[in-house]
């Protein structure tokens, strides 16, 4: 049987993307590891497709400038707990069900993501390319991951009573960018 989730990017397997790249030259050595990550955060919950929520437990796990603007410490340990508990009871409702607003056009080169996760990583790319940079960082991806409402990612920071717009605001600090 095969796995629901690829192991590998389609760079891994020898298929490029539609555009000619590789699909890992689109990341930085370490937003790679964050996506890697989030494949088998999602393999090991058993879920069929990588979300926002996985990506964003990755982000904390494996990016500190990323996690540095999600907040102070008890924020982020709470942040965690629901995170965590992902799998053992919170979130449990999300098992089977594909993560998409409708608001956001599907991604084809997404395979593995959800509509919404793979549109969080175009985005993350759109904003590194905005900034003249040609790969996507952790803070790229953490920005798109919070701009839709309908983003698991989203509900998980409001239940942990972090704010999607200050977190924008945070990461065009950080950058130096307007919060688009």
């Known amino acids: 049987?095969?796995?629901?989730?690829?192991?590998?990017?389609?760079?891994?397997?020898?298929?490029?993307?539609?555009?000619?790249?590789?699909?890992?030259?689109?990341?930085?050595?370490?937003?790679?590891?964050v996506v890697s990550g989030a494949r088998r955060r999602a393999v090991r919950d058993g879920d069929r497709q990588i979300d926002t929520a996985h990506l964003l437990h990755s982000l904390l796990e494996y990016d500190p400038e990323a996690r540095a603007l999600l907040g102070d410490g008890p924020q982020i340990a709470r942040l965690l707990g629901y995170l965590v508990q992902r799998s053992?009871?919170?979130?449990?409702r999300w098992q089977s069900t594909v993560e998409d607003s409708g608001a956001v056009p599907v991604v084809p080169r997404g395979a593995g993501f959800s509509p919404l996760a793979a549109a969080a990583v175009e985005e993350a790319r759109a904003r590194a390319v905005r900034r003249g940079l040609t790969r996507a960082c952790g803070v790229d991806l953490l920005a798109?991951?919070?701009?839709?409402?309908?983003?698991?990612?989203?509900?998980?920071?409001?239940?942990?009573?972090?704010?999607?717009?200050?977190?924008?605001?945070r990461v065009a600090d950080h950058l130096g960018t307007s919060s688009r």
């Open 1 to 33: 049987m095969q796995p629901r989730i690829p192991r590998q990017s389609a760079g891994e397997q020898g298929v490029r993307p539609s555009d000619g790249t590789d699909a890992d030259a689109r990341f930085s050595p370490e937003l790679a590891s």
């Open 88 to 92: 053992i009871g919170y979130g449990l």
């Open 144 to 169: 798109a991951l919070v701009t839709d409402p309908q983003a698991r990612a989203v509900e998980v920071l409001g239940r942990a009573a972090v704010e999607p717009r200050a977190v924008l605001a």
